[in-house]
């Protein structure tokens, strides 16, 4: 399903929480219970969220992500200030290593005026995002595009980032767990994402706040392997002491409304 602006309300607010009751979702989105009864009934069919008696959770999958679509447009506005941030942060002039994910296509978005950038990707919207800034070099790596939301993933193209030394990689996750574990789905696309970490001179991370406590299979990396991280809402507890303990930079990019 396409989901409308009420129903991603709904996911955004669930997300956030893990969970949420039918009566509160009502009052948070200022509509009958009736109403809210029948978009659970739909995203609970569609595979989005899972209901129980009186309510609704998050599926906590931690083998399988969310559709793309359906992620481009789940904190959507939050994507789209922690990408204005990291492009405040980025100088011109310098090589990035950015991976897969929706918010890592939102910080192409907003880097579109940068200049001088030299720019290796293994997301082919990343790449064509930026393809269109004049002032800005963009180079693909091989290996196979998952048909689903066009990454590049896979042996060969481990073996091409592993040619590279970059002053930056800019890198989206699924999910960051308690321990500091960062956290992904697909094994082929994490193997990609530990040769951009292990090829960068900083790592910075871009992960909007309903990515801590989200459960995924492979692990990444942890915390302490990041130097930067860009996010849009305070992390919730243990993440702050974690992030103290291994002298992380958090920046958030918070709601100016709030």
Not at 10 to 24: A, G, K, N, P, W
Not at 176 to 183: F, H, M, N, P, Y
Not at 223 to 241: E, H, I, K, S
């Amino acid at each position: 399903m396409n989901p409308n602006p009420r129903q991603l309300k709904l996911l955004q607010h669930v997300h956030e929480r893990h969970s949420s009751t039918v009566d509160e979702l009502a009052s948070r989105l200022g509509v009958t219970v009736q109403t809210v009864r029948r978009d659970v009934q739909r995203l609970s069919e569609s595979g989005l969220l899972a209901r129980f008696h009186g309510g609704v959770r998050l599926l906590n999958s931690t083998i399988e992500n969310i559709a793309h679509h359906q992620r481009e447009n789940l904190h959507a506005e939050g994507k789209r200030r922690i990408a204005q941030s990291v492009a405040r942060a980025v100088p011109n002039d310098c090589s990035l290593l950015i991976n897969i994910g929706t918010t890592t296509e939102a910080i192409a978005k907003a880097l579109m005026h940068h200049t001088g950038l030299r720019v290796i990707t293994n997301n082919i919207n990343v790449a064509a995002i930026l393809s269109r800034n004049q002032n800005c070099e963009v180079i693909v790596a091989g290996g196979v595009v998952r048909p689903r939301d066009h990454g590049i993933v896979g042996e060969a193209t481990v073996d091409f980032i592993r040619q590279f030394k970059v002053d930056i990689a800019l890198i989206g996750i699924s999910g960051v767990e308690a321990d500091g574990s960062l956290r992904d789905y697909d094994y082929r696309e994490v193997k990609v994402s530990q040769a951009i970490i292990s090829h960068a001179r900083e790592v910075w991370l871009a992960a909007d706040v309903s990515k801590f406590n989200r459960p995924a299979m492979v692990r990444v990396a942890h915390l302490g392997d990041v130097d930067r991280l860009f996010t849009d809402d305070a992390p919730p507890a243990p993440f702050p002491d974690l992030l103290a303990h291994a002298q992380v930079h958090c920046s958030v990019a918070a709601d100016p409304a709030l």
